[in-house]
């Protein structure tokens, strides 16, 4: 299993987002890392789906086969495990989300949301 965190930052007063990704095997050594600025103004949502998104391309593209993606933006992970289609900007990020999860037999994922104490898992 091959666990992936990632997050994402928004400077309003720069129009800047950036989004983050770590890899790491079983044992906690870093496989894989990757950091993104783009110069935009997107929502915390639309940027936080984008790190996710972004996280698992990175694990495909690694040729990683078993994933578990963290990440701290609950309301995300909820729409993405939720099985509904969003029709909003993000729900086109959502929907590209869940494609490598079904359609490349290589990658099986988790997607797990952990705030604090709680989290949440599906997506398997």
Sequence with gaps: MYKIKCDAAIDLAGCLVGCGTVIRN????????????????????????????????LAIDSGLNLIMVESDASVVVDWI??????????????????????????????LYSQIGEQGGSLLS
């Design 26 to 57: 079983a044992e906690g050594f870093v496989l894989a890392a990757s950091s993104q600025i783009m110069v935009a103004s997107f929502p915390t949502h639309t940027v936080e789906a984008i790190a996710i998104l972004r996280s698992i391309q």
């Design 81 to 110: 495990n939720s099985g509904n289609d969003l029709l909003s900007d993000v729900g086109v990020i959502i929907s590209d989300i869940k494609k490598p999860v079904t359609i490349y037999t290589l990658c099986c994922g988790v």
